[in-house]
């Protein structure tokens, strides 16, 4: 038998080379590319390509991410994009994925996620407005049933999911923070007389106790057992239990105008202001675990990260993150400057976000400024991150302009109404952002079309959640 020639046997391993390299599975195609919102109903296009070796004919699906799966598309080349539209007939937050086949029936694995928020009203849409002769003074808290309870007055109103009047109690006194929800849904409020209370779901004044002698805009902390923490313009960190007995109180060396912050684990957090410039941890007992001196005073509240960091930023714009046992893990100045103070929150993958007098601030886990967004006016409050990874925020509380953006600064959506905005925005679980403003001496609580429910993160808000609790965990 004669041997192969070595050309002969070049030419068969070249043929089985490319027979081997046309029957490997196709790359994973790309994210799909596409809108960051939908309209309900409407269609909407999603593209993807990829590759596959010896540059083989290749086939797309996608994954809508609501459990309907596309047919796969015409043979392509490989290299050449896939188009295909889908409609949504239900809101919410969808993962869109795509995955590639080759002539020879070999499946990539699926894509990475793209995140499609699908709403009923284009998103920046007033979709209805509360109109008061009197002062909104801060961000509404939300019910389990949609309900807004607010400051209004010289009291505190209760609006239906609709906008109507449910009901308004008058406590003789204007309620500057927000209000706090407990967990029978009872209305903790701190009002400007020094009073402390709670009131019924129907309105009616459970109890009332006098905390201090000095105004001032704090917000309580709600514990998960329904007791309340609070820190006074008169040098105290107290904490009321359920029966609004004093369970324990500190005397510290300088005011208080920012609202606490609870850890997972009941801990209390108090960043002070003028004359003591730090930062308290405060354990259940009462007993103050720690104190964290820093560069200047706080206005404004802390926030508890996911590994139980502590972020809050002073009054010069210094970042300051704090392990549980207090010590410093970073600093970061952010460029705010003297006298700006406002609360931080934090996202996904513990991003923090924060207001300069520039404009939006990301500050990753290790203290390094990662991006910002330059506004067009005055930005004001603390931001809100939604689920679907937008940034909304006061982009210029004076000319009215509220906007969400992308991480990196993508422009979302933006609304904008006569006169300035006056409270920081949250979310409701319907994608619903709500936010109080004030034209011509006329006061409105918003309903604006978001895209996203308010973000699953460790700390998405001012006061955390949509029941302005303030706590971390359940």
Not at 341 to 357: M, Q, R, Y
């Amino acid at each position: 038998m004669r041997r192969p020639t070595p050309l002969v046997t070049s030419f068969l391993a070249l043929v089985l080379v490319t027979v081997a390299c046309r029957r490997e599975r196709p790359e994973v195609p790309d994210v799909p590319a596409g809108p960051r919102w939908a309209l309900r109903g409407d269609a909407t296009a999603f593209t993807t390509v990829g590759c596959t070796a010896g540059n083989d004919v290749v086939s797309y699906r996608f994954d809508w991410g609501d459990g309907d799966t596309s047919a796969w598309t015409d043979w392509l080349d490989s290299g050449h994009r896939a188009r295909v539209s889908h409609v949504w007939e239900r809101d919410g937050v969808f993962q869109v994925r795509a995955q590639a086949l080759s002539s020879h029936d070999l499946r990539s694995e699926w894509s990475e996620p793209r995140t499609l928020a699908v709403v009923p009203l284009r998103p920046g849409t007033v979709k209805w407005s509360y109109e008061s002769q009197e002062g909104i003074w801060s961000m509404p808290a939300i019910g389990p049933d949609g309900a807004l309870y607010f400051g209004e007055g010289n009291g505190i109103a209760a609006l239906n999911p609709d906008g109507s009047v449910r009901w308004k109690r008058d406590l003789g006194t204007e309620v500057w923070g927000p209000v706090a929800l407990a967990p029978d849904g009872a209305v903790c409020f701190f009002a400007q007389d020094g009073s402390l209370g709670m009131l019924e779901l129907d309105g009616a004044v459970r109890w009332r106790a006098d905390t201090a002698r000095y105004e001032s805009p704090a917000s309580p902390a709600m514990q998960a057992d329904g007791s309340v923490c609070i820190g006074t313009n008169d040098r105290r960190l107290l904490e009321f239990g359920p029966d609004a007995r004093v369970r324990w109180s500190i005397t510290i060396d300088g005011d208080m105008w920012a609202s606490p912050a609870i850890g997972p684990d009941r801990t209390s957090y108090f960043c002070t202001g003028l004359g003591d410039r730090a930062v308290y941890a405060v354990q259940p007992d009462g007993g103050v675990r720690w104190r964290f001196q820093a560069d200047a005073h706080f206005d404004a509240a802390p926030a508890v990260g996911a590994d139980g960091r502590i972020y809050a930023m002073d009054a010069w714009g210094t970042l300051y993150a704090l392990a549980p046992d207090g010590t410093l893990a970073w600093r970061t100045s952010t460029g705010v400057g003297s006298g700006y103070c406002h609360s931080v929150v934090v996202g996904p993958d513990d991003a923090i976000f924060c207001l300069s007098p520039r404009g939006l601030v990301e500050v990753n886990s290790n203290g390094r400024v990662v991006w910002d967004y330059v506004t067009e006016g005055y930005p004001y409050g603390a931001p809100a991150v939604a689920a679907d990874g937008s940034i909304c925020f006061l982009d210029d509380c004076l000319e009215g302009i509220l906007r969400a953006v992308t991480p990196g600064g993508g422009l979302v959506w933006q609304c904008r109404i006569d006169g300035g905005l006056t409270t920081s925005p949250t979310i409701g679980p319907d994608a619903t952002v709500y936010v109080a403003g004030e034209h011509d001496d006329r006061w409105v609580l918003l309903a604006v079309q978001g895209t996203a429910p308010l973000a699953d993160s460790p700390w998405p808000k001012y006061k955390r959640d949509i029941a302005n609790t303030g706590r971390a965990g359940p």
